[in-house]
């Protein structure tokens, strides 16, 4: 029998009064317009006969609001692909609830339509999976909806309600049970519906008959009668739902099986292992074999979700995940675990993964010339095996495709049937909630990982200025990342940026933040600002990230802070400048193994808004020193507090004979908790000087015979380092940007030139703006210096200084190049 409806009620297999007393009835008329109200329907929304009855359905039903009819809403919910009855009523109250909803069209005697609507609470009992299957088991069920006035006459009905007792619908309405139906039943249950309109209390009646077309044995029947309101609250009549509840005892072993097992679904985050899950338990419950197969970008956390429906003219691949059979080694599958598996363009999966339905072939056609021959490894097995009878179910989760069930008897001769088909799709969609979960697991473990090899440093170039050891071990061991973050940057004259930063939290959310404050840092040391202006840029850059995470405007900004360590060390001069934003002081090993900790200011942290500016410590620091920078994890743990932590780290690093690397290990190794609760990031640098043979540097007075003399001196150095072949390329840098200081600046220009992994021309003036080329025009005179400096290096760019600034340009070294003399 086929329904005309979205179907009746949560009324199940085991019928009983918890499950009447939990669904809300309300009946509608074709415009949706509420006709009759229950004291179930006011228990769950708050809202009274008075307050709905003549009143649109859109008042408890806010979805409601785009239908124009009530047919048109039915339409629209079967629009909706995989549409389970699921949504949101407006209690009275304010508040919003998830229900499921279905609806039954009734007909009168005068061929108007009225829409029994039922309402049950969406949220879940504990153990009780048999509850949750029979919502699904009875929407397909032929369920018998009718209403019967005061008189209890009938007035309304569906045309299921025939197939139960063999009365058609024009003999049935306008008529009592006693007077179509003459017995004892009959006058039970219009005892029963007296009852109803007398107190308002639904009843459940059950009783045995033959069914009209049937020679077969009594079949056990369940009513449930809830009376109908008007807008004064006076009954208006009964409404009676009725099913036939005959059970086998093998259905209801399945359901009590599904109850116990429902918590093995859902405990792991491992796609195949919940793969693996959903078929053993299918087996031999329901089926003699099952495969599950999914989609096979699922199991790495890679691609977007396939959504149903989109599949176009390439299916999805699949790879086995999970495999179980009541026979040893599982032999009817062709395919094991974790093997991509081969779809023929024709089959049944073809159809479940286009459509996004379950497929039912109680008796599968396993004739010669089928779609089970275009794979042959799989027909034999079919034929082998003798499977006779299979479901096809698509594992959803939401609108995206994960993948697909497939249930085989081989032994059980009994074919499968509808009822095997909704307890299958019961326990293919509990299983789906857990893979969707394990997929969400996967994508962000494989972002993880992703933000892992490519967030920190691959590797520290810490070129002729520092060697560079690092050590980082996330406190979120499961993703592998956090929030804090390191790097060696090189820039402009043989120095290095020494940078470490922490920021709040742990995992994705701060990795992500992390991410975009590094990039930030690079950034703005790519533009050379002294440490403490830097840190300044970068505490306004970490409140507009704070701004825009807000989600509106008006919303107080999400907390996003960090610390940050921002050092400079330039070999040539030994010198180091650096700046904090509330971070723990850097620790200082002298070459002869003593360990302090520097005096730093310690700043606000970056992001907290006080405007306060930062404040920079320069020191000269001996060849050999050691810089240790790290963040609080290192230091602080549950049980010591930072006093004890620093103590313990200036005592492990208090070892000159050792490497770099050995001194990381035996930091880290050090920690009094092996799992630490924070990200803990270390960074050792040892520092090397440049010779002074590798320097050259020179005053010049502001006028124009600068230029010939820097010429000149740039020429005789070059010939000097053996770097003849450099001359004129030199020669011309050189000229420019003195020219440049002449123009811009005021009093005396300085020339560097600085030989160590490229070589480096520096230029420094008084004039505090930084230069920027622009296109000369044909007629110009100028303005081609710049242009002319970028083609002769591989990079240049200019820096701020006490009273003025540097421009800079750098040039590869030949692979020959050496000094003609012995250094001095």
């Excluded at 009783?207 to 009209?212: C, E, H, L, S």
């Excluded at 097995?381 to 085989?408: C, D, K, N, Q, T």
């Excluded at 920027?772 to 083609?791: F, H, I, M, Q, Y």
Aim: proline share 6%; aromatic share 4%; net charge negative.
């Amino acid at each position: 029998m086929t329904m005309t409806s979205l179907d009746a009620v949560t009324l199940g297999k085991q019928l009983n009064a918890s499950d009447i007393s939990d669904t809300a009835i309300a009946l509608l008329d074709e415009q949706g317009t509420v006709a009759a109200w229950t004291h179930t329907a006011e228990r769950l929304v708050g809202f009274s006969a008075g307050d709905v009855v003549g009143r649109s359905a859109a008042l408890v039903l806010p979805s409601f609001k785009e239908a124009t009819t009530t047919s048109a809403f039915v339409e629209q919910c079967r629009a909706e692909n995989g549409w389970s009855g699921a949504t949101a009523v407006r209690h009275r109250d304010g508040r919003v609830l998830d229900v499921s909803v279905r609806l039954t069209m009734l007909r009168g005697q005068d061929g108007t339509a009225r829409w029994l609507a039922s309402v049950t609470d969406a949220v879940p009992q504990s153990g009780a999976i048999d509850r949750s299957v029979r919502g699904p088991l009875l929407a397909r069920a032929p369920i018998g909806v009718g209403i019967r006035d005061r008189q209890l006459r009938s007035t309304y009905v569906n045309d299921v309600a025939e197939s139960h007792d063999g009365l058609p619908r024009d003999r049935r309405l306008g008529r009592r049970f006693t007077e179509v139906l003459p017995g004892a039943n009959a006058e039970t249950t219009e005892a029963v519906m007296r009852q109803v309109l007398q107190n308002g209390a639904p009843k459940i009646h059950e009783y045995r008959t033959w069914m009209p077309t049937s020679q077969g044995p009594e079949h056990q029947f369940a009513a449930s009668f809830q009376c109908l309101q008007g807008a004064d609250g006076q009954a208006l009549g009964v409404c009676v739902i009725g099913a036939d509840v005959t059970a086998s005892q093998r259905t209801r072993e399945r359901l009590a099986v599904l109850s116990q097992a429902s918590t093995r679904l859902g405990s792991t985050l491992d796609v195949m292992q919940a793969s693996q899950e959903l078929a053993d338990l299918a087996v031999p419950l329901l089926a003699d074999h099952v495969a599950v197969d999914l989609e096979q970008s699922i199991s790495f956390g890679e691609g977007p979700p396939v959504r149903i429906g989109a599949t176009g003219k390439r299916l999805p691949g699949l790879r086995r995940a999970g495999l179980a059979s009541i026979h040893r080694g599982v032999p009817e599958s062709p395919w094991l675990r974790g093997e991509p598996v081969f779809v023929p363009p024709v089959s049944p999966f073809t159809d479940v993964l286009r459509a996004g339905k379950s497929l039912l072939e109680p008796v599968l056609d396993t004739a010669s010339g089928t779609w089970v021959d275009k794979v042959p490894e799989l027909a034999h097995r079919v034929r082998e095996h003798g499977v006779h009878s299979i479901m096809v179910v698509p594992i959803r989760a939401r609108r995206s495709l994960l993948g697909v069930a497939l249930f085989v008897r081989t032994k059980d001769p009994v074919p499968f049937h509808e009822v095997d088909l909704l307890l299958a799709e019961e326990l293919v969609g509990r299983a789906a909630q857990s893979l969707n979960n394990a997929r969400q697991y996967a994508r962000k473990h494989t972002a993880a990982l992703t933000l892992q090899r490519h967030l920190p440093p691959r590797r520290l170039k810490g070129g002729t200025a520092v060697e560079a050891a690092s050590r980082y071990l996330p406190a979120d061991l499961d993703h592998g990342v956090g929030g804090d973050w390191f790097d060696v940057i090189p820039l402009s004259g043989a120095r290095v940026a020494l940078v470490v930063g922490d920021v709040i939290g742990h995992g994705l959310h701060a990795a992500a933040t992390m991410g975009r404050l590094r990039s930030a840092v690079h950034t703005l040391a790519d533009m050379e600002p002294p440490p403490d202006e830097l840190l300044a840029h970068l505490d306004d850059t970490v409140q507009r990230l704070g701004e825009e995470d807000a989600d509106t405007p008006d919303q107080t900004p999400a907390v996003v802070g960090a610390t940050c360590l921002y050092a400079v060390y330039d070999p040539a001069t030994r010198r180091c400048t650096m700046a904090s934003a509330g971070h723990p002081p850097p620790a200082i090993i002298f070459p002869q193994g003593r360990v302090t900790y520097l005096d730093l200011p310690t700043g606000a942290p970056l992001g907290v808004g006080l405007g306060d500016p930062f404040d920079s410590v320069e020191l000269e620091l001996a060849e050999g020193s050691v810089l240790a920078l790290y963040t609080d994890g290192l230091i602080e743990t549950r049980e010591h507090d930072i006093e004890e932590g620093m103590r313990r780290l200036g005592t492990v690093l208090a070892q000159p004979g050792r490497s770099l690397e050995d001194l990381c290990d035996i930091a880290t190794q050090s920690l009094p908790d092996q799992t630490p609760c924070d990200d803990v990031t270390l960074l050792l640098v040892r520092t090397r000087s440049l010779s002074p043979t590798r320097v050259a540097s020179w005053t010049l007075p502001g006028d124009q015979s600068a230029v010939r003399t820097a010429r000149t001196l740039a020429a005789r150095q070059l010939t000097e380092w053996g770097l003849e072949d450099l001359q004129d390329a030199t020669q011309l840098i050189v000229s420019e940007l003195v020219t440049n200081a002449i123009r811009h600046g005021t009093g005396q220009i300085g020339l560097r030139l600085i030989r160590h992994q490229v070589l480096t021309c520096e230029v420094s003036d008084t004039d505090a703006f930084a230069p920027r080329p622009r296109r000369a025009r044909t007629t110009d005179e100028n303005g081609r210096g710049l242009s002319l400096v970028t083609k002769l290096s591989r990079r240049w760019g200019s820096r701020s200084i006490p009273g003025g600034k540097v421009v800079w340009a750098e040039q590869d070294l030949p692979h020959t190049s050496g000094p003609r003399s012995a250094p001095a």
